[in-house]
């Protein structure tokens, strides 16, 4: 007997691995909240980022110092000597292959390190990306869909839901402490977006009744909030693994 395969599945696809340099071409502030710059550079000629939620490896130059690129051998990746730049994954939100141009939303949030680059950066000024290594393509029509995130995941909703088609209606659930990021999604007129904290995040999915098929739901934010709704999603709720993507974007220390 052939078993059949599962309906609209996301599909892994993958990239070859490379290092470019950019250069800040423009920078805004968006929502009070993120520093919206876009880079150009001849380098980015053959970048690829199939996946909403696809992240490359940024590294930001030392002070006053010049960036250490690293050599893509058939052995791995090779640094050169001396401590590697400082890196931070970042959601490319969106990219023109015509003009070169790759923007990326920094969140502005005190002590870090991408925040306190993005706020100095000028045009002209340059940094180093790596990947995307691959994407995760998932199909944009499922009739239900539920996205989880925090001020981290907020670029890669944003990526999503401008590409949904207008008919979908998605629920974004976002834990944000913060009046600013309000306006962040307010375009999306289609999308239900609710400002919640986690624990009334965790209540308001165990009210949501969910679809027996054809649904997709992200997860993103702090490790541990993520497993426990990937617990009670997977485990309390049965819902299918292959649907439910659940990644955590960072973890308290």
């Known amino acids: ?125 340059a940094l180093l990306i790596g990947g995307p290594r691959g994407s995760l393509v998932v199909p944009v029509d499922y009739a239900f869909q539920l996205y989880v995130c925090d001020e981290s995941g907020l670029p890669a909703v944003r990526r999503r839901l401008a590409a949904l088609p207008a008919h979908i209606k998605p629920i974004v659930l976002v834990n944000s402490h913060h009046a600013q990021p309000l306006d962040y999604l307010q375009e999306f007129a289609h999308a239900q977006v609710e400002w919640l904290d986690a624990d009334a995040i965790a209540s308001r999915i165990s009210t949501i009744e969910f679809p027996e098929t054809d649904y997709f739901i992200w997860l993103t934010g702090e490790g541990r909030d993520v497993k426990q709704l990937s617990d009670e999603l997977l485990e309390n709720r049965g819902l299918d693994a292959d649907y439910v993507r659940a990644v955590a974007y960072w973890h308290h220390k």
């Not at 309906?7 to 502030?29: A, H």
């Not at 150009?40 to 690829?48: D, H, K, N, V, W």
């Not at 990746?77 to 990326?104: M, Q």
Request: charged share 25%; proline share 7%; aromatic share 12%.
């Open 1 to 125: 007997m052939i078993l059949q395969s599962k309906p609209k599945l996301p599909q892994r696809v993958k990239n070859e691995i490379k290092f470019r340099e950019l250069i800040v071409k423009s920078k805004l502030t968006v929502a009070g909240c993120f520093h919206r710059i876009v880079f150009t550079s001849p380098e980015l000629a053959g970048f690829s980022s199939q996946g909403f939620d696809d992240h490359v490896k940024v590294f930001f130059p030392p002070e006053g110092g010049e960036f250490i690129r690293p050599s893509v051998t058939d052995d791995g990746i090779v640094w050169g000597e001396g401590p590697r730049p400082l890196s931070r994954d970042y959601t490319p939100l969106a990219f023109d292959a015509e003009l070169n141009e790759l923007t990326l939303d920094f969140y502005i949030h005190a002590g870090g390190v991408a925040s306190m680059w993005a706020e100095k950066a000028g045009v002209g000024d």
